[in-house]
């Protein structure tokens, strides 16, 4: 069990620093703090990388200064709901539909689901940057997931002896 806690630090860690590469956007809190959440959730479990998804998610909005304020929580649930379901069709050999589910929506409906908070015009301006990073997000994962794999799993299977 210790193992997973130690695994569970090391991928927060890698999302915090993530989170110090900013991609330019109207709130400054987007950045690479999803690509350890996702490869979490691929590699260790769903809900492992909702958990990495919500905590780097609020790592790297409190270095931006939180400029949405308590909506930072809701912001992060959403990515880690994301997470989750990427992490679960990616365990299921549904490694496209994964990677298109989230890229759809934390990149797009994410953002849209916050058009009465924020507005048309926020809302708007914030798609872009946002999709992009997803969209670079998805693909480091894309890359590093079996690279990483067969070295995590050898690890995992002497955690569970």
Excluded: C, Q
């Amino acid at each position: 069990m210790n193992r997973k806690y130690a695994f569970f630090i090391v991928f927060l860690s890698l999302s915090a620093a993530g989170s110090f590469l900013k991609i330019p956007s109207p709130i400054g809190s987007v950045a690479f703090d999803s690509m350890p959440a996702l490869a979490g959730a691929a590699l260790i479990s769903p809900v492992f990388g909702l958990g990495v998804a919500i905590l780097g998610h609020l790592l790297s909005a409190g270095l931006a200064g939180f400029p949405l304020g308590p909506l930072h929580v809701l912001v992060g649930v959403l990515m880690g709901g994301l997470v989750f379901l990427f992490g679960a069709l990616y365990r299921k050999n549904r490694k496209k539909t994964a990677n298109i589910a989230f890229i759809a929506g934390n990149g797009l409906a994410a953002p849209l689901s916050f058009w009465p908070f924020l507005g048309k015009a926020v809302v708007m301006a914030l798609i872009p940057s946002l999709l992009a990073a997803t969209v670079m997000n998805v693909i480091v994962a894309w890359l590093l997931i079996p690279r990483i794999e067969p070295a995590l799993r050898n690890s995992l299977l002497r955690m569970e002896r």
